[in-house]
């Protein structure tokens, strides 16, 4: 294993996030394409604000989301793992399982391979009863990860954080349970 990964799965190391994400990441987080279902891109200093919410959620968890990279390039590809969801709703709070990648590497079954690495963590190692994951009932490709990692539909619901006209507001809520 390289050291410099704290895990990794076949094609990914993950790692901590260093200063050199921002740029990669607040341009994927400005790319219209890879964040059509969120209710609008991030500035730079957005992302950044989003980087230190990850990084306090590391320091209260030991967890989280974790900044990627294809091994074979090293490049930095995006995020998979956990966050703590405590939004009002009738399964929260709960462990969320998520992952954003550059659009680039969409569709190459990076998202499954990772997200399927993570979730062994999360049973085996982190100690999760249960791992949810939503998305937008528009968000078919992040849909069918879930399914393509063993999640079950459980429902759809109306996003609280989300005004009812919003084109996103409508979600699918799936998990999976420790067996």
């Given at each position: 294993m390289n050291s410099k990964y704290l895990f990794e799965s076949q094609r990914?190391?993950?790692?901590?996030?260093?200063?050199?994400d921002i740029i990669p990441?607040?341009?994927?987080?400005s790319d219209l394409e890879?964040?059509?279902?969120?209710?609008?891109?991030?500035?730079?200093e957005e992302t950044i604000r989003f980087i230190n919410?990850?990084?306090?959620?590391?320091?209260?968890?030991?967890?989280?989301?974790?900044?990627?990279?294809?091994?074979?390039?090293?490049?930095?590809?995006?995020?998979i793992g956990f966050n703590y969801a405590d939004f009002k709703s009738s399964f929260t709070p709960c462990m969320e399982i998520g992952w954003r990648l550059d659009r680039k590497y969409w569709n190459l079954g990076f998202a499954s391979e990772g997200a399927r690495l993570c979730i062994e963590k999360g049973f085996e190692e982190i100690n999760l009863k249960e791992i949810y994951s939503f998305t937008s009932?528009?968000?078919?490709?992040?849909?069918?990860?879930?399914i393509k990692i063993g999640m079950k539909?459980?429902?759809?619901?109306?996003?609280?954080?989300?005004?009812k006209e919003n084109r996103l507001c409508k979600h699918v809520l799936y998990k999976i349970a420790c067996e």
């Open positions: 990914l190391g993950f790692r901590n996030w260093k200063e050199s990441f607040a341009k994927m987080n890879v964040m059509q279902y969120f209710p609008q891109p991030l500035s730079r919410r990850i990084q306090s959620h590391f320091e209260k968890w030991d967890f989280g989301l974790w900044a990627v990279e294809e091994k074979e390039s090293k490049k930095f590809i995006g995020f009932v528009l968000n078919t490709k992040s849909e069918n990860v879930m539909k459980v429902m759809e619901f109306e996003h609280p954080k989300l005004e």
